[in-house]
């Protein structure tokens, strides 16, 4: 699952690439990837206690967290998966429980506090946060609704 979602960002990254029909089958997965999101996304706080790094369901988490927002930094996607019904609303409260959990342990979530003197510790859940942010950036660029919501 991870392999196919490493090369699902590199097509959707790949913005010069993509024609109409490729787009519309993007638009058609991002449903499926918004519902996958949605439903695994607590998965990631597991990561939080030791030993599980190698979590397989949160790594999968991450990699669509990843695909999303490249997916809404695209103006044909971004107004789909601004309408998609919970997307907004999982990624706040994904944001909440992640900070909390970053307060209560050792917050692996952020780059900052992954450092430890000259090393840094390379962890599959570091930049989460800040992906959730982009994602909930890019789901209310543009769109009303959403920032009032926010």
């Not at 695909?67 to 044909?76: D, H, I, K, R």
């Amino acid at each position: 699952r991870i392999n196919l979602l490493d090369l699902m960002m590199v097509k959707v990254s790949d913005k010069s690439s993509v024609n109409s029909e490729e787009m519309n089958v993007f638009i058609r997965h991002a449903d499926f990837l918004a519902v996958c999101f949605q439903e695994k996304c607590g998965a990631v706080l597991k990561l939080t206690a030791a030993g599980d790094a190698e979590d397989e369901e949160a790594l999968v988490t991450i990699r669509l967290l990843d695909v999303l927002c490249e997916m809404t930094s695209n103006n044909g996607q971004l107004e789909h998966l601004q309408a998609f019904p919970g997307l907004l609303e999982t990624a706040v409260d994904t944001l909440r429980l992640t900070h909390l959990a970053g307060k209560q342990a050792v917050n692996i979530f952020t780059a900052t506090h992954a450092v430890t003197g000259q090393e840094e510790i390379s962890h599959p859940a570091v930049g989460f946060k800040s992906h959730l942010i982009r994602l909930i950036g890019n789901l209310c660029y543009k769109n009303k609704e959403n920032q009032d919501k926010v």
